[in-house]
């Protein structure tokens, strides 16, 4: 969001551009300060969401409103009911795999399904995700737009030639993300013990499973050899010296980490979950593979397969083939600038406030 705020100056000329934060946390990204920024306490709450935003829009009287993350979506469809005017949402993650079980995911499954269907145009960040919308909720496809979520490559290249505090001394491969189940990174820890190959792995994040994260590490006698660093502010120097990046989820809505590895000219391997790793590496959704596949930019291998996550951990040993797609990582970035998804959501934007 911030990185389509600060490519949509073009567009100043046209609209005032005003940001509702629901919840009152320290800031986690820069925002233009073009842009007029209305600060709400929601607290989390969905309540609380709604009636703030609600006495927002009556306030502002918005030509049109976009909204990110399932929160802020169903906010959106609450203060929106009735005015006639636009409203867009941006669908970031795989919804059903999100919303997790028992009373609260019925819940939460109920108010999408009530509210998404009745949106002028849901952006997906990937085919994927707007399949599980239509599968899972009966979206339909007509109201929804797919477009990536942008990289800012050059943003990206320069961090990544900053130092890095204390590289490790020997070669080493990178993962990256919240230790949490959905990330998978047991899955990881066990191809990598079974693959036998040479050097370190880094796992970069934190989260409520790094307890028994560390308890499999030490099962399997890798404690020198597999680094949990926690949290670290500019992790592109890592990500650009390491062999190669393995993307390990169970299922992900676009997965920024892979596309910013690519970024620092990195090979790269991804479980083929949903959503968004074969579209990234093999362009093409919901493939069906068996075993460790060579795509077009990158390694795909079936979820929750240490065989064959091993295999590719293997496989990208050999410095040539590190090498070649390392440099296909890079040019497949491309597609993913942050100037090409800005023109393509005010293209839907537009169209919503012109049909109105």
Not at 22 to 39: G, K, S
Not at 349 to 355: C, F, K, Q, T
Request: proline letters at 5%; aromatic letters at 6%; charged letters at 20%.
């Amino acid at each position: 969001m911030a990185a389509l705020l600060f490519h949509s100056k073009v567009y100043g000329d046209r609209y005032d551009m005003i940001l509702a934060l629901l919840d009152d946390e320290p800031a986690a990204y820069e925002i233009p300060d073009w842009v007029t920024v209305h600060q709400l306490d929601c607290r989390g709450s969905l309540l609380h969401s709604i009636l703030q935003l609600r006495a927002l829009e009556r306030s502002l009287r918005p030509a049109a409103t976009l909204s990110f993350l399932t929160r802020a979506n169903v906010a959106n469809w609450a203060s929106r009911a009735g005015t006639g005017r636009p409203w867009i949402i941006s669908e970031r993650v795989n919804t059903s795999a999100h919303l997790g079980t028992g009373l609260s995911g019925r819940v939460s499954r109920g108010l999408v399904r009530l509210s998404y269907r009745q949106a002028t145009q849901i952006i997906a960040v990937s085919q994927g995700v707007a399949d599980g919308l239509s599968d899972a909720f009966g979206v339909p496809d007509e109201i929804m737009s797919v477009i990536a979520n942008p990289v800012d490559t050059v943003r990206i290249a320069r961090l990544a030639l900053e130092k890095y505090p204390a590289h490790p001394d020997e070669p080493y491969i990178m993962a990256m993300g919240r230790l949490v189940e959905n990330k998978n990174f047991s899955l990881l820890i066990d191809a990598f013990a079974a693959s036998s190959i040479a050097g370190k792995l880094i796992i970069i994040g934190d989260g409520p499973l790094r307890a028994d994260l560390e308890r499999q590490i030490a099962d399997h006698g890798l404690e020198d050899r597999v680094i949990l660093p926690g949290f670290v502010q500019n992790p592109f120097p890592l990500l650009a010296a390491a062999q190669f990046f393995v993307l390990s989820s169970n299922a992900e809505g676009f997965p920024n980490a892979l596309v910013e590895a690519m970024s620092t000219k990195t090979a790269v391997i991804a479980t083929n979950c949903k959503s968004g790793p074969s579209e990234i590496l093999a362009d093409k959704s919901n493939i069906s593979i068996e075993a460790m596949t060579l795509a077009d930019f990158g390694i795909l291998v079936p979820c929750n397969n240490i065989a064959a996550m091993a295999d590719s951990l293997r496989h990208l040993q050999d410095q040539e083939t590190r090498e070649r797609f390392a440099q296909l990582a890079l040019t497949r970035t491309k597609d993913y600038t942050p100037e090409k998804a800005a023109q393509r959501y005010w293209h839907v934007i537009e169209n919503g406030i012109h049909a109105t």
